[in-house]
């Protein structure tokens, strides 16, 4: 086989009666398929060998030749399909001119000419960013509420009197303390006054 573009990232799918092959893209691995090429000198070899036996093997020595000529023809027609397949798969890859492997469109950004491995986009890695920034604050502001006891994931809640993490009551099991909730601000988690609309430390208006 011919040393072409495509080395180790396609499937061959052929057999002895035709050819097909497989070519991945090297980042999603989708695949695209080439149409089934039929082998010719196949459908001949099956007929002689058919006849043959019809015959009581008559025709035996006639169906052996063509199996000879097969394996040789076969490979090299095979070889001369797959080259075929590679022009046609260069038409549904685009190859990165850093890593020189091939994408699919998705995994291509043909303004630069570079797979997203290489040059990944930039709108893309800052909304990555924006919201790997929001999930952190969010989870800054739930540390903040359950160290003070507003915020609970299994059903209890901390004590204002005994600092003891209690199951949810009208009063602590441990120092019978009440635990009525306080109002809290959603966005830092500071107390709230009865009835405030904002809160007085961030300001976040309170729904």
């Not at 091939?102 to 291509?108: H, N």
């Not at 009197?161 to 009063?171: E, G, L, M, N, Y």
Request: aromatic share 8%; proline share 2%.
């Amino acid at each position: 086989m011919a040393d072409l573009a495509f080395h180790d990232n396609f499937g061959d799918q052929s057999d002895g009666n035709g050819f097909q092959f497989e070519f991945y893209c090297e980042s999603c691995h989708d695949a695209w398929r080439t149409p089934y090429e039929r082998y010719s000198v196949a459908t001949a070899s099956n007929l002689l060998g058919a006849a043959g036996s019809l015959l009581g093997g008559i025709l035996g020595s006639a169906g052996n030749l063509a199996d000879r000529a097969r394996d040789a023809g076969w490979r090299k027609a095979h070889d001369a399909a797959f080259a075929v397949a590679v022009e046609q798969a260069q038409q549904h890859f685009h190859r990165c001119r850093r890593c020189h492997n091939y994408f699919c469109a998705s995994c291509y950004n043909p303004q630069v000419q570079l797979c997203i491995g290489c040059a990944p986009s930039v709108e893309d890695e800052a909304n990555v960013a924006a919201r790997s920034r929001e999930i952190e604050l969010a989870q800054a502001r739930a540390v903040q509420q359950v160290e003070k006891g507003k915020l609970s994931t299994d059903d209890q809640v901390r004590c204002p009197h005994c600092d003891a993490r209690v199951q949810k009551a009208k009063f602590c099991a441990e120092c019978g303390g009440a635990l009525a909730a306080k109002a809290a601000c959603g966005s830092c988690g500071a107390e709230l006054a009865a009835g405030a609309k904002f809160c007085a430390e961030c300001g976040a208006k309170q729904g």
